[in-house]
């Protein structure tokens, strides 16, 4: 407990106006889990509940508490986040970028619902890591080709992988 957190606590009337960062992201995640199958499929929903996990438990290892209120939080605490992601979790900077995008988003939620001042993680920059993509050589599209595929479905897959390919969209 700090001196901020102690005066905020003592001065502080409207207790509805007060949200914490976990039940934010509970709130989004409900709101866009109305979303699924008319704006984003489950997956990218499943993503998000992912996100509201990871960030849950940098909580519970760092500050040793379930959830902390938006006023509490610093420009620190997406710094430390990052370092979590980087060092603990061991994600790929552009998996770690998504995370963090998905922070500044739900904060930006609760700007926009008056739960506080401002978005403390809008100015964060992290850089996204170009890939380097590898394409098949002709070689190995034509083993693809002739391969002999017992399953209709799986030789109906390859086939259109193959068009896809010949065709650009691949």
Not at 8 to 34: F, P
Not at 117 to 143: G, M, S
Request: net charge positive; with cysteine.
């Amino acid at each position: 407990i700090t001196v901020d957190m102690l005066r905020e606590k003592l001065t502080t009337t409207s207790v509805d106006r007060k949200k914490k960062l976990l039940e934010v992201c509970d709130i989004y995640n409900s709101n866009t889990k109305k979303l699924v199958g008319i704006e984003m499929n489950k997956e990218t929903w499943a993503r998000y509940s992912a996100y509201r996990n990871r960030i849950g438990d940098f909580i519970g290892q760092q500050f040793k508490i379930n959830d902390v209120y938006f006023v509490h939080l610093k420009y620190s605490f997406i710094v430390e986040y990052e370092f979590y992601l980087r060092t603990e979790v061991k994600l790929h900077q552009n998996t770690m970028v998504k995370y963090l995008q998905y922070l500044s988003r739900v904060a930006e939620f609760a700007v926009n619902n008056e739960w506080t001042e401002r978005n403390l993680f809008q100015n964060y920059k992290c850089p996204v890591k170009e890939t380097k993509r590898e394409y098949l050589t002709a070689d190995e599209l034509e083993r693809i080709r002739n391969k002999e595929i017992i399953l209709p479905r799986l030789e109906e897959v390859r086939d259109v992988f193959i068009f896809c390919c010949y065709t650009g969209y691949a």
